[in-house]
């Protein structure tokens, strides 16, 4: 069992920058991996980066093409969290912002992969 704790969401000027942290607890976090999705009012849940284990600690990451070069996804396992640095943001990106943990290996873009959720945290940026 995973267990996730989103938040750093908040209101942010168009360019500016936010960080937001996925806490994790339960025994495995290290073997798991982590994507991000957002959904915004009325439009589907949108993938946005995902941190996939290779092997051992060895991780490589994926974007949305939507916030490539923006987005930067990371993970700390000592501190179990998970962390999406955002920059450049604009309005478009205002939505709700879930982090997910899938137990195995996948499609790491689709929603059906992840097996644990967390509440979501909302990010607003004002133009």
């Known amino acids: 069992q995973v267990q996730l704790v989103e938040s750093g969401g908040g209101l942010v000027q168009a360019g500016g920058s936010l960080r937001l942290s996925c806490a994790a607890s339960?025994?495995?976090?290290?073997?798991?991996?982590v994507g991000w999705f957002r959904q915004a009012p009325g439009k589907e849940r949108e993938f946005v980066a995902a941190?996939?284990?290779?092997?051992?600690?060895?991780?490589?990451?994926y974007y949305a093409d939507s916030v490539k070069g923006r987005f930067t996804i990371s993970r700390d396992n000592a501190k179990s969290t998970v962390y999406l640095q955002m920059s450049s943001l604009k309005p478009e990106d205002t939505a709700l912002y879930y982090c997910?943990?899938?137990?195995?290996?996948?499609?790491?873009?689709?929603?059906?992969?992840?097996?644990?959720w967390g509440q979501g945290t909302q990010v607003t940026v004002s133009s």
């Open positions: 997910a943990a899938a137990a195995r290996g996948g499609n790491y873009g689709s929603s059906s992969l992840y097996d644990y």
């Open positions: 339960g025994r495995t976090f290290s073997g798991v991996d």
């Open positions: 941190i996939i284990r290779s092997g051992g600690s060895t991780y490589y990451s």
